[in-house]
């Protein structure tokens, strides 16, 4: 299959980008490395005329500011955010969230910042509409949807690895827009519908994102669940942070995150809240996960059940949970106090 | 016997041009003034096409022509040509579509771009019909009617039975029946469906294609395209696949011929990775209910199976299917009584086809795990209730089949040795076997061919190089490297002194080509008959230059002619052969050689037959399964290539455990879910096990050299050892393919709610 006819603008600046976007407006998209959009646009379900591709702007090696905080440009390609040094040893979880993104080639195009904005897939939805499922659904701007044909709103799911483990971590991403630069939140970043998945202004661009220093007693992880060896999205992927109290035997705080069953990534609130104060257990593992797996809500979809996802989300969350309470009361993968 | 050639592992002759990027495959062939191919295909699963206007399409700049069914001959064609009701598929047809995908008309444009334009502008007015995609539904009565006059949409059936089964049931200690449902596959070959006609103002027609039988499609555009066979010519150097799935006529091969006719010019088409995935052919899903009785001491008396199969919109080489998954689902064991009843169902779906196993890998997978059950049931050990009943050597399968050669029970020995070796395992650690067998060549004759089934020319020229021209198609598998093996070895010299021909009809001498596993066999015997005439032929002339007491006998081994009782005194072959050619006034020596199988019963000429066993890891919390091990004692007869049977080994098991655990074809009203290989899960480097293969050698009287099919069969036994370790691991039976980890998930709910 063929590339539809675009115009291809190559900026040398984020500001530069970003101009090309205001003037272009909607007709235009970015393609970072291109593996999630070129793909959509074999399918004819992206056909911007013009593609603003990212490629010539410099991209900086990973870097820690005087207060530790790590800074990850967002044009890193993914086996480079893998493998660098500094990402691996203050943010681990990110390394190998970058590390568990599709295969190898397509860690050595994809960036950072396109994964994060990865747009949200649905088995109806990323494929060649060209003599199946032909009729437009909401999410090609249309009136239906294929996967729950009585609903009225689209359940793609937001599938990225590095979104759940940057969650974790509490990270920030940074965005220009227009002249003006802002910081928001990695989690605040989406809206919850796939149609229009992220919060940023149509002419904004993700240029950094900030991972805050490492803090003592605190691990952690990423762990993905996938029918096979490399390739696959998530079926269901997941990013857990524990912080220990001074004693390491009590859970100061807590993140766990959900990735790939809905719309966006899911926190699990009364999970992390019940966890707080509580002296870490076995016992105490299994019941946030427990609570973990019937307060996230999966969305339907097509190749498996709301059940089984389920299973799988409390599955990983008790493992992920595991080695977290294991790295931080070791100090191992973190700084030391 | 002591060989020189085979048995020693080689890498295949064509490597070098592959690895290197030389290799040309259809893909890559540009011919001058070449026009690029699209097709336009069908939204409607069961429709009536009332009018085709294709002005504005035609109106479009660089669009050439336009074809739809009325520029046909708008013959029903269909590989079972000896069969008039089963060629039941117009590729361009004129009336009716009946699945998703079908093709309805074909554009030729000056590039690929303009062509996929095109196909926008063309309207089609279409009378949607009512339409069914199962076949337990296609199957009732009120269901709509697919293909005129086949009532129930049964389009064709098959009825295999031996003994006294009922008389056996009676004798039975324990009956045990059970309903499995196997899943299709996609075969996935790296090169997609593909062709360049060239059509020429001589009237002749110049077809490259991707294919199993250069052949089959010659004789099968000849037939659509009202040209003699001789004006065809296919090409087919170099194949990215075929797996069963290219040796029936396609779209791309017919769309650029009727195009290229059309215009006098060179049009190419290459279906894109969703055609493939949707508007092909697949492997055949099917519904088997399987009854079995046996004695208590595990000795099995009668069994009786039915199958549903969905045919999907077409025959294809469904009915061959339907017979071999009736015929094998008997494998590899002694029925008293056996009877199968098979049904192969329209829908509307895309059709079903053969794919390697050919409706074994499904038969193989129901028997074996249900004689797991039935060993569990009674107490018995598994491998020894296979001991019991399995095949032997001379055993006849009453009116079905002789097998002479069989290792099955020194395969049942060395996988019993293996599974002992792992000792105890950790819980959730299981390992699965699986007993199988499989054809070495198929004997129907359902193209009815007037020719030999394989044919070789082996001339050698005055240098004393080897030409070989073969019919044999080479897909990747290895069979040029094999065939230059059986040829360099029956000829004395070596592998590099041959360089083999094959693909190309207007060079190469007929042949049924690479399906049924029989090219290893039939033109293995072909190539060494010719071989054989040759050296005939330069022993004649060495023996007149010699002038040996005629109690002697000559050979040649490793370019040196010699007497066969004394090897020191003899002669160098290249000087042989040069002397040889001068008094033969200047002919090159050349020998002919040519199979048929005679009086080899219904199915093949011989059998080959192994035991595997995968040892596997379930993850009780998410169903997952892990391979970690994959033994597979294998009974090939003489191996001819040791290094060609691993890459055969692994590749089977690569296609056969994702048969099992990851590959499906979710069909929703007619459209297939995961048309790319993104959502279409073909198994990976990662998800692959260790694999071992214990080479059992026994020698088989029909084979070249005593050798066997080594390729196909290896895909049937994966599916069902992993059924049957998933059993061992976790005690519960998956009849359901693919093995999800949902479905073990549920599997394990439910025994645990028992
Ligand atoms: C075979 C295959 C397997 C895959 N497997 C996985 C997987 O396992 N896990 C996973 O998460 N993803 C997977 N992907 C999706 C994709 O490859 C990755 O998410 C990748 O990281 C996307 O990055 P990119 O730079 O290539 O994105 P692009 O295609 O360049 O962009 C993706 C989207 O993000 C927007 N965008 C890109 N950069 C920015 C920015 N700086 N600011 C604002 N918007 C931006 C683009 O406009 C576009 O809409 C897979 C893709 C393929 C083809
Ligand atoms: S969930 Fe429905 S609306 Fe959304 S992409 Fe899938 S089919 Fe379209």
């Known amino acids: 299959m063929q590339l539809p006819r675009f115009d291809l603008k190559r900026p040398s600046s984020f500001h530069e980008a970003v101009r090309l976007l205001v003037e272009y407006g909607n007709a235009a998209k970015i393609s970072a490395g291109g593996t999630d959009l070129l793909p959509r646009m074999k399918y004819r379900i992206a056909a911007p005329a013009t593609v603003i591709s990212l490629k010539r702007i410099p991209v900086s090696e990973p870097f820690q500011d005087s207060e530790g905080n790590l800074h990850v440009h967002a044009l890193v390609r993914l086996s480079d955010a893998a493998s660098s040094n500094l990402v691996r040893t203050n943010a681990p979880a990110l390394a190998d969230a970058a590390l568990a993104v599709g295969s190898e080639q397509i860690r050595n195009m994809g960036t950072l910042g396109g994964n994060v904005c990865l747009e949200p897939r649905c088995h109806y939805y990323n494929q060649s509409h060209a003599y199946q499922f032909m009729d437009p659904c909401f999410k090609r701007g249309g009136n239906l949807c294929y996967l729950v044909p009585k609903g009225n709103r689209c359940w793609a799911l937001a599938c990225s690895d590095t979104v759940p483990a940057l969650i974790g971590l509490r990270a920030a991403a940074v965005v220009q827009s227009g002249d003006r630069e802002y910081t928001i939140p990695v989690e605040e970043l989406f809206t919850g519908d796939p149609v229009r998945p992220l919060c940023l202004g149509e002419t904004d661009l993700i240029t950094d994102i900030v991972v805050p220093a490492a803090r003592p007693r605190t691990a952690v992880v990423f762990r993905k669940l996938s029918p096979r060896g490399g390739i696959d999205f998530a079926t269901v992927n997941c990013a857990v942070m524990l912080k220990l109290s001074e004693d390491r035997e009590a859970c100061e705080d807590a993140i766990i995150a959900i990735g790939a069953v809905s719309g966006k990534p899911m926190r699990a609130g009364q999970a992390e809240k019940n966890l707080l104060g509580r002296k870490i257990a076995p016992d105490v593992i299994h019941e946030a996960a427990g609570r973990t797996a019937s307060e996230i809500r999966p969305s339907m979809r097509c190749d498996c059940s709301i059940s089984y996802l389920r299973k799988c989300i409390e599955s990983l969350t008790q493992a992920a949970l595991e080695t977290a309470y294991q790295r931080a009361s070791s100090g191992d993968g973190v700084k030391p106090d | 016997m002591k060989c020189n050639v085979i048995n020693t592992p080689v890498h295949n002759v064509d490597g070098i041009a592959k690895v290197t990027g030389r290799a040309t495959y259809t893909f890559d062939v540009t011919v001058p003034g070449m026009l690029f191919g699209k097709i336009l295909r069908s939204p409607h699963p069961h429709a009536r096409i009332k009018n085709i206007d294709a002005s504005a399409a035609l109106a479009l700049n660089g669009v050439r022509a336009v074809v739809t069914g009325k520029d046909t001959l708008g013959i029903k064609q269909g590989i079972w040509r000896r069969y008039k009701e089963l060629c039941d598929e117009q590729i361009l047809p004129l009336e009716k579509v009946r699945y998703i995908g079908e093709p309805v008309a074909a554009v030729a444009a000056d590039t690929e771009e303009i062509a996929e334009q095109a196909l926008d502008l063309i309207e089609v007015d279409y009378e949607v019909l009512p339409a069914v995609y199962d076949p337990m539904e296609a199957i009732k009565k009120e269901a709509p009617e697919i293909h005129e006059g086949f ?525 790319n290989l993104v959502d279409y899960k073909l198994i990976r480097a990662p998800d692959m096990p260790e694999t071992e293969v214990i080479e059992i050698e026994t020698y088989e009287p029909e084979g070249p050299f005593g050798a066997k099919e080594a390729g196909e069969g290896l895909t049937n036994p994966t599916a069902a050892a992993l059924a049957t370790a998933v059993l061992d691991a976790v005690g519960v039976p998956i009849k359901e393919l693919p093995i999800t980890p949902e479905k073990v998930l549920n599997a394990l709910k439910e025994k645990k709610a028992q």
């Not at chain 2, 329209?346 to 079903?352: D, K």
């Not at chain 2, 070789?456 to 040029?480: C, E, F, M, P, R």
């Not at chain 2, 007929?510 to 290893?520: E, I, V, Y």
């Open chain 2, 151 to 675: 009532e129930r949409n049964i389009n064709v059936t098959r009825h295999i039975e031996w003994g006294d089964v009922d008389d056996a049931f009676d004798e039975a200690d324990y009956i045990r029946e059970d309903w499995f449902r196997c899943s299709g596959q996609a075969h996935a070959c790296m090169e997609t469906r593909c062709a360049v006609a060239s059509y020429t103002a001589d009237g002749k027609l110049a077809v490259w294609t991707s294919t199993q039988s250069a052949y089959y499609h010659q004789v099968l555009l000849a037939d659509v395209l009202g040209l003699k066979e001789s004006d065809v010519r296919v090409i087919a150097k170099y194949v990215g696949g075929g797996f069963g799935g290219k040796f029936e006529l396609d779209a791309a091969q017919f769309c650029s011929s009727v195009l290229s006719m059309k215009l006098c010019k060179p049009v190419k088409i290459v279906f894109t990775r969703e055609e493939d995935f949707i508007a092909s052919k697949r492997r055949t899903p099917m519904y088997y209910y399987v009854r079995t009785g046996v004695k208590k001491d595990g000795t099995f008396l009668a069994r009786e199976a039915r199958v549903f199969t969905d045919g999907g919109a077409y025959t294809g080489m469904g009915a061959t299917a339907l017979y071999l998954t009736g015929f094998f689902h008997s494998f590899p064991y002694k029925w008293r009584g056996y009877r199968h009843d098979g049904f192969r169902v329209y829908t509307n779906t895309l059709p079903s086809t053969s794919m390697r196993g050919f409706g074994t890998p499904h038969a193989t997978y129901c028997s074996e795990l249900q004689i797991d059950l039935i060993a569990k049931e009674l107490g018995l050990d598994r491998i020894e209730i296979r001991r019991k009943n399995g095949h032997t050597p001379n055993y006849e399968v009453p009116g079905q089949a002789t097998i002479a050669s069989c290792g099955l029970e020194q395969c049942l020995d060395e996988i019993e040795k293996w599974i002992k070796s792992r000792g105890e395992l950790p819980p959730n650690r299981g390992i699965g076997i699986s007993s199988y067998g499989f054809m070495s060549g198929g004997i129907f004759n359902r193209f009815d061919t007037p020719y030999s089934f394989s044919s070789a020319v082996v001339t050698i020229n005055y240098d004393g190089k080897v030409d070989l021209h073969v019919g044999a198609q080479d897909i990747g598998q290895g069979s040029n490297t094999t065939l230059a093996i059986i040829c360099a070895e029956d000829l004395g010299v070596r592998l590099e002194d041959i360089r083999v021909h094959s693909g190309d009809t207007a060079e190469c001498p007929p042949d049924l080509g690479a399906w049924g596993s029989r090219q290893t066999l039939m033109a293995g015997n072909a190539v060494k008959m010719a071989a054989g005439e040759a050296k005939r032929q330069l022993l004649e002339f060495a023996a007149a230059q010699m002038s040996p007491n005629i109690v002697y006998d000559l050979d040649i081994k490793d370019r040196w002619v010699h007497l066969a009782g004394r090897p020191e005194r003899g002669l160098d072959y290249f000087e042989v052969v040069k002397k040889a050619l001068r008094g033969k006034d200047g002919q090159r020596i050349m020998g002919r050689g040519y199979y048929t199988p005679h009086r080899k019963g219904m199915i093949s000429p011989a059998y080959s037959y192994g035991v595997q066993a995968l040892e596997i890891d379930v993850d009780p919390e998410t169903g997952k399964i892990k391979l970690l091990n994959c033994v597979t004692a294998h009974d090939c007869g003489q191996p001819i290539n040791p290094l060609g049977l691993t890459g055969q080994l692994e590749g089977a098991i690569s296609m056969a455990a994702g048969y099992g655990f990851l590959e499906d074809i979710p069909i929703e009203d007619g459209m297939v879910m995961n048309p």
